[in-house]
């Protein structure tokens, strides 16, 4: 929750919209544990209220939202306390909660109820609703039923039921959704004030114009140590951590400026184009966020955290800032490595003198003698991918080995594809991806990894868990080693020897 009050504040949110938002974050189940115990769905809903959900229009997921109080109408639930039942007396607020309530109901046609999602068919198109998707969506109509304290909810009553009193149609879909984006839009200009400038944004700013050309900026590795160089001796841009992550910070928020531009020009949803609306249909509307999130927290949540994928200072530990920093650090190879290498080194520097280690020590690390070489960090990172890689293999033996445990008849040479989340075998391929998944199993001597595993129910979901964020990590480090292999790391790992050095010798002095 501090991370989506965060984003809220640095998004310029006032008081109001704070407030609405700590109502939907802080409900709590009868039980008094908290009702959106997941993180990243109060992460969405703080995007979707400054508008920064990301995709063509920030206000898709009301358009979903009408979906879901259609299938509940047609399940004789979308009227009444039986709406605000589903939003708002569900606990805990589940996908397997959504998915017992809609299951124990008779489905009216055209409305399917399934194992996986809910779907309408409108004659043309089918539109469906997966049961996970569906928190989100409760924690949208929480959070719009309780806008201005209150003052909206009558108005949003009325635009709901006027959606399932009309006729079952897309253009009753597209009319109750507009409506609701239409006050979504004028919430966010009475909500959402510019953030004043920051005086360390500003230097920056001012520092990138008056190199680039014109009124262009270009954020590039040399950018980064310039900027530092020219500014460390003040103690705000002392550290270069600190400045590589002032970047970072900033090309956010360049990318927030760009989305909260979109949300005021957010077009009305439907199919007419030559109106200058915006069709959803081809629209990947499942997941909205296009902003990066490390991946790495999921391994430490259950179900992943029976099963020991990453050990903490060897694996965990060397991954954390490159997926923190995640596809950004593509474009900025050489500045992150100087971040891992030169930016620990000073790390050692700020603490020998605050705990008084000594002279010795400090004019050691000054002259940079015990610097990682950049093509060492290469290799490290290459390793990495490595076990990454041998990771996806073996969860994907753990996946095949459950589903031929579900029909032991099955020929085992059909060469059936068998599904892996953001994978899939091609046919003919089975058995010896199967085989090496298997080698690749066995040669994981850790916890989660022995044969008793295998046809586990709670552990065959865990590695089905895994496979996206092992897949995200595995495309980060593929990324960064793809950049650094078009440097000459040895030269630059040299003569970034010698500028840390000077840098470091002005800042702190000679110590011997």
Excluded at 86 to 108: C, D, I, W, Y
Excluded at 205 to 229: K, N, P, Q, V
Excluded at 450 to 458: A, R, S, T
Excluded at 464 to 491: C, F, I, M, N, Q
């Amino acid at each position: 929750m501090n991370t989506a009050l965060s984003s809220l504040v640095k998004s310029g949110g006032r008081d109001t919209l704070i407030q609405d938002f700590r109502a939907v974050a802080e409900a709590t189940t009868p039980e008094g544990a908290l009702r959106y115990a997941e993180a990243p769905t109060l992460q969405w809903l703080a995007k979707f209220a400054t508008g920064a959900a990301g995709g063509p229009n920030k206000d898709v997921p009301l358009f979903e939202l009408c979906h879901l109080i259609l299938a509940l109408e047609l399940c004789g639930a979308g009227r009444g306390d039986q709406r605000a039942t589903f939003f708002l007396g569900l606990n805990p607020a589940s996908p397997v909660t959504f998915k017992a309530f809609f299951q124990e109901r008779t489905a009216n046609k055209p409305l399917t109820i399934g194992a996986q999602e809910v779907a309408i068919d409108y004659g043309e198109t089918t539109f469906a609703i997966r049961y996970g998707r569906m928190v989100r969506l409760v924690a949208l109509y929480e959070f719009l039923a309780g806008l201005d304290a209150f003052a909206f909810f009558g108005e949003f009553n009325a635009i709901l039921d006027k959606l399932v009193s009309d006729p079952l149609s897309m253009a009753a879909v597209k009319t109750a959704s507009n409506a609701l984006a239409g006050h979504m839009r004028q919430y966010r200009k009475a909500h959402l004030v510019a953030a004043e400038h920051d005086g360390k944004f500003t230097t920056l700013y001012t520092f990138l114009l008056d190199r680039g050309e014109s009124e262009c900026i270009t954020i590039d590795d040399a950018a980064i140590f310039d900027f530092w160089a020219l500014h460390n001796q003040r103690n705000d841009f002392k550290g270069y951590r600190t400045v590589f992550d002032l970047f970072f910070k900033f090309m956010l928020s360049l990318d927030e400026v760009t989305s909260r531009r979109a949300a005021q020009d957010a077009g009305q949803l439907g199919v007419e184009r030559e109106l200058g609306e915006i069709d959803p249909a081809p629209m990947d509307i499942q997941d909205f966020s296009g902003e990066w999130e490390s991946p790495l927290h999921l391994f430490e949540e259950t179900p992943l955290d029976a099963i020991k994928f990453f050990k903490k200072s060897s694996e965990l530990k060397p991954l954390e800032p490159l997926m923190t920093y995640g596809p950004k650090v593509q474009s900025l190879p050489l500045a992150f490595l100087r971040y891992e290498v030169f930016g620990r080194i000073q790390s050692g520097i700020t603490n020998d003198l605050q705990i008084g280690r000594g002279a010795a020590s400090v004019e050691n690390r000054i002259r940079c003698t015990d610097a990682e070489p950049y093509p060492q960090r290469r290799e490290l990172y290459a390793g990495l991918l490595g076990h990454v890689r041998q990771l996806v293999q073996a969860s994907l033996y753990v996946l095949t080995q459950a589903e031929r445990d579900k029909d032991r008849d099955r020929d085992r040479d059909t060469g059936k594809v068998i599904a892996f989340p953001g994978a899939s075998l091609p046919e003919g391929e089975t058995a010896a991806v199967a085989d090496d998944g298997a080698k690749a199993f066995k040669a994981l001597t850790r916890k989660g990894f022995e044969d008793g595993v295998l046809g586990d129910p709670e552990r065959t979901q865990a590695f089905k868990r895994a496979a996206d964020p092992l897949l995200a990590v595995s495309v980060r480090l593929e990324g960064v080693l793809g950049a650094l292999e078009t440097l000459d790391l040895d030269a630059l790992f040299a003569a970034d020897v010698d500028a840390f050095r000077q840098q470091f010798t002005a800042l702190y002095g000679e110590r011997s």
